[in-house]
């Protein structure tokens, strides 16, 4: 079993804290009697006995009194025996995203991600090789657990290519506004895009010497972290405006989902 203070990852309190959800035995009143209820917290110490542990945890918040401790949460696992070690010193943890409800309208989903331990931002994979991992909570077990995690641990080399891929294309100048300006997309609406100036140099500069540079890679890296943290400045009408830092964490996988596609494109030219 894992030592979750050796490690650095949350214990059970500490994820209550943040997420009681989690921890919900029962389904929610709405939801069929032929529906099987499986608590997350089980998934979590399934998960430990495979290396696997919570580093963190969210829930959106519940609407109405009734939906309270069965909406929608997110637990991020990570395993301190996969690490990628790049060359230049840009240590990487891949991680496992879980998100799951009480209301019987989700199954447990399972969604592969990086996290840079430079700048402490997620970053979730979605490519044709990382698609979510659906598993119902009907017929739920440990092995199939353990044949799911594995087969997606096995994929982190299509991990390491693409990350690698990234490092060796370099942007000019005229690219990298490009990709600033379509990552704006992520954050405004298509009509909100058109009346909103942004300026891209500031968008584009970097808040670490360890993100400096042209390459793919870093340009993405400083470009995802300041959509999401909201670190960048915005006029809209005769109003400057600072953006909002992204806090549902639904949202912040969307976005980051999308953003990784927009820079992907570069690696398929």
Excluded at 220 to 226: C, G, H, S, T
């Amino acid at each position: 079993m894992l030592d979750l203070k050796q490690e650095g990852f949350l214990t059970t309190d500490e994820i209550k804290q943040r997420a009681k959800s989690i921890f919900t035995e029962t389904a929610a009143p709405t939801v069929s009697d032929k529906f099987t209820h499986i608590p997350t917290h089980r998934v979590i110490e399934d998960m430990e006995q495979l290396g696997w542990g919570v580093v963190d945890a969210k829930e959106v918040k519940a609407r109405k009194e009734g939906t309270k401790g069965f909406q929608k949460h997110l637990v991020v696992f990570r395993n301190p025996d996969v690490v990628i070690n790049g060359n230049d010193g840009d240590t990487v943890f891949p991680q496992i995203l879980l998100t799951n409800s009480n209301d019987g309208k989700n199954a447990f989903t399972f969604t592969a991600g990086l996290f840079r331990m430079v700048c402490e931002n997620g970053l979730v994979i979605s490519t044709e090789q990382f698609n979510d991992v659906k598993m119902r909570h009907m017929g739920y077990t440990f092995e199939e657990l353990q044949v799911q995690i594995r087969e997606m641990v096995e994929q982190l080399p299509l991990t390491v290519e693409s990350m690698n891929k990234m490092k060796q294309i370099q942007l000019n100048e005229e690219q990298a506004q490009a990709l600033a300006k379509k990552a704006l997309t992520t954050r405004f609406t298509e009509e909100q895009v058109k009346d909103v100036k942004v300026d891209l140099d500031e968008l584009l500069k970097p808040t670490r010497d360890e993100d400096k540079g042209t390459d793919l890679w870093s340009v993405f890296n400083i470009i995802q972290e300041k959509i999401l943290s909201g670190d960048f400045n915005y006029i809209s009408g005769a109003k400057q405006r600072k953006a909002r830092k992204v806090k549902n964490f639904k949202q912040d996988m969307e976005i980051n989902q999308k953003l990784f596609a927009m820079a992907a494109e570069f690696t398929a030219a």
